[in-house]
């Protein structure tokens, strides 16, 4: 299984972005799937994350701002991104569970397929 990310970009603070993760070799399904994030320097942080219940879990500084969906047929999975700041500036990666039905919360430590990820720049 392969995790396809796309919508990165270079943006001014304030501006939107989404970026989209569809997997290859299946659809999304039953599973849980979400998005980190690395900044340069930094680990890997937690974003987003959505489960089979359509449940999302947010980190704290991007609740409000941020949204995670998953299309109807379930093989997409977007995170919409409005009032972009310069401390969003990362690579974005897609995860994906391998199993159904787990549910997910903010501690969530990803799936077990990842994405290749996407960049996101934002400048002041």
């Known amino acids: 299984v392969q995790l396809q990310a796309s919508g990165g970009g270079l943006v001014q603070a304030g501006d939107s972005l989404t970026l989209s993760c569809t997997p290859s070799?299946?659809?999304?399904?039953?599973?849980?799937a979400g998005w980190f994030r690395q900044a340069p320097g930094k680990d890997r942080e937690f974003v987003s994350a959505i489960d089979f219940r359509s449940v999302t879990a947010y980190r704290d500084s991007v609740q409000g701002r941020f949204t995670i969906s998953k299309d109807n047929g379930k093989t997409t999975v977007y995170l919409q991104m409005n009032s972009l700041k310069p401390e969003d500036t990362a690579i974005y990666y897609c995860?994906?569970?391998?199993?159904?039905?787990?549910?997910?919360?903010?501690?969530?430590?990803?799936?077990?397929?990842w994405g290749q990820g996407t960049l996101v720049t934002v400048s002041s």
């Open positions: 070799g299946r659809t999304i399904g039953n599973a849980a």
């Open positions: 995860t994906l569970d391998r199993l159904s039905y787990r549910h997910i919360n903010s501690g969530w430590s990803g799936g077990d397929y």
